[in-house]
């Protein structure tokens, strides 16, 4: 049984560029929230996918957005990137009737020069 | 509004002693509680929880969590720490008000450093 998986692992982009990040949840799973960490910080929240509608959203632009696909995949798009978006991103996945209980990616680790 | 202190940026453990990493919580309700733990240039991994009940939960790789509400506290503790549970520790903190989706607010992180 895969858990939450990520891609890139790794990405360089330079400023102004836009970037794309993938999520495929954990079996089973059908919701997807997206969390951005700066180097030796916590997880900002950025918005949570169900049923393919964003539900929930963090203090983000919205030079972030994301999309939810029918198998329950998940992209997250970065607009304009500015060097403060540099950071690793995780994705994570839970049941929404279960959602207390989140299971994470490994992160795509993105640098924007 | 919910919050969560980490009041140590780092915690320094001999091996074979036991550990303690704190956190404390500020939520308008009643909280969820969660720690997960963070291996270098890797996601989190889920821990334990509390959600109700019994204060003293247990997780995985044999650490358990204390509730304290009148404290607002969850520390973190294992009785025999190991080298390999050298890491980053988050606690996170959901109030039980906060509607179905979930959405944890995370502590700034303790680093874990268990020395041989």
């Known amino acids: 049984d895969a858990g939450v998986t990520q891609s890139p692992t790794h990405l360089i982009k330079t400023r102004g560029q836009q970037v794309t990040l993938r999520c495929s949840p954990k079996s089973g799973h059908d919701t997807v929230s997206w969390y951005q960490q700066a180097l030796g910080q916590e997880p900002q929240f950025i918005f949570q996918y169900y049923e393919e509608e964003e539900r929930q959203r963090g203090n983000f632009p919205d030079r972030f957005s994301g999309h939810q696909f029918p198998n329950y995949s998940s992209e997250l798009n970065v607009n304009a990137l500015l060097l403060g978006d540099s950071a690793l991103y995780l994705c994570?996945?839970?049941?929404?009737?279960?959602?207390?209980?989140?299971?994470f990616g490994s992160g795509t680790q993105l640098s924007v020069l | 509004a919910q919050s969560v202190a980490q009041p140590e940026d780092q915690v320094n453990v001999a091996e074979g002693n036991p550990l303690t990493v704190k956190c404390t919580y500020s939520?308008?309700?009643?909280?969820?509680l969660f720690w997960y733990v963070q291996y270098p240039n890797r996601g989190l991994q889920f821990l334990l929880k509390?959600?109700?009940?019994?204060?003293l939960v247990k997780g995985s790789y044999g650490f358990e969590a204390e509730f304290n509400k009148s404290q607002t506290s969850f520390h973190l503790k294992k009785p025999s720490a190991l080298v390999s549970d050298s890491a980053l520790y988050f606690c996170a903190v959901r109030d039980r008000t906060s509607g179905g989706s979930y959405i944890p607010t995370f502590g700034r992180g303790t680093s874990l450093i268990v020395h041989p």
């Open positions: 509390y959600i109700t009940g019994d204060n």
């Open positions: 939520v308008s309700g009643n909280p969820y």
């Open positions: 994570a996945s839970s049941r929404w009737t279960e959602n207390e209980k989140l299971f």
